[in-house]
T-cell receptor
Framework: SAVISQKPSRDICQRGTSLTIQCQVD?????MFWYRQQPGQSLTLIAT?????????ESGFVIDKFPISRPNLTFSTLTVSNMSPEDSSIYLC???????????FGPGTRLTVL | GEDVEQSLFLSVREGDSSVINCTYT??????LYWYKQEPGAGLQLLTY?????DMKQDQRLTVLLNKKDKHLSLRIADTQTGDSAIYFC??????????FGAGTTVTVRA
């Protein structure tokens, strides 16, 4: 299975600021995704991070609010911009593993916005 | 869009079997997954099943799929205290994206 790390693991931020979350995988993967898990809720897909091109966003999520980079096959970043308390969530990256049927998740970044 | 539903809570006695149920609506689902989330942790992939299969067993875990009824279940044999967690059912379509259920909180009591 792929080993995925995320930085930071948690952060407390002030409203109006931005936070960039990093996702690093120990092997090259084709598919990388970013999910949000609001408190006590399930996971919602934010976007698919595409290597070398713009991310593909799901309904309700826009690039201005959640810019994503994916410069290579092992790394991606998600920025949460102009944060408000409603952005307080766990943000998780996931990857499609070497066995293309398996999707693995990073440990998540727990974000609290005051 | 896809819709995945699960019961929210399950309480089971240590040593008994747990059965967690899930229903989904997308008939084009290719794979169905079970993930485990322990408090404060990320998601751990437990097992998955291809939509053309009806059963998969992996040690204490048994997955049953009724494609006609779009019903998926996860059975945990000999449930232990370490099995206390939230269990998420998820389906995947052709586009690799996962749609998750709300999660079932399993509590194992002594």
């Amino acid at each position: 299975s792929a080993v995925i790390s995320q930085k930071p693991s948690r952060d407390i931020c002030q409203r109006g600021t931005s936070l960039t979350i990093q996702c690093q995988v120990d092997s090259q993967v084709t598919m990388m995704f970013w999910y949000r898990q609001q408190p006590g809720q399930s996971l919602t897909l934010i976007a698919t991070a595409n290597q070398g091109s713009e991310a593909t966003y799901e309904s309700g999520f826009v690039i201005d609010k959640f810019p994503i980079s994916r410069p290579n096959l092992t790394f991606s970043t998600l920025t949460v911009s102009n944060m408000s308390p409603e952005d307080s969530s766990i943000y998780l990256c996931s990857v499609e593993g070497l066995a293309v049927n398996e999707q693995f998740f990073g440990p998540g970044t727990r974000l609290t916005v005051l | 869009g896809e819709d995945v539903e699960q019961s929210l809570f399950l309480s089971v006695r240590e040593g008994d079997s747990s059965v967690i149920n899930c229903t989904y609506t997308d008939s084009s689902s290719t794979y169905l997954y079970w993930y485990k989330q322990e408090p404060g942790a990320g998601l751990q992939l437990l097992t998955y099943i291809f939509s053309n299969m009806d059963m998969k067993q992996d040690q204490r875990l048994t997955v049953l799929l009724n494609k006609k009824d779009k019903h998926l279940s996860l059975r945990i044999a000999d449930t232990q205290t370490g099995d206390s967690a939230i269990y998420f059912c998820a389906e995947r379509g052709d586009d690799y994206k996962l749609s998750f259920g709300a999660g079932t909180t399993v509590t194992v009591r002594a």
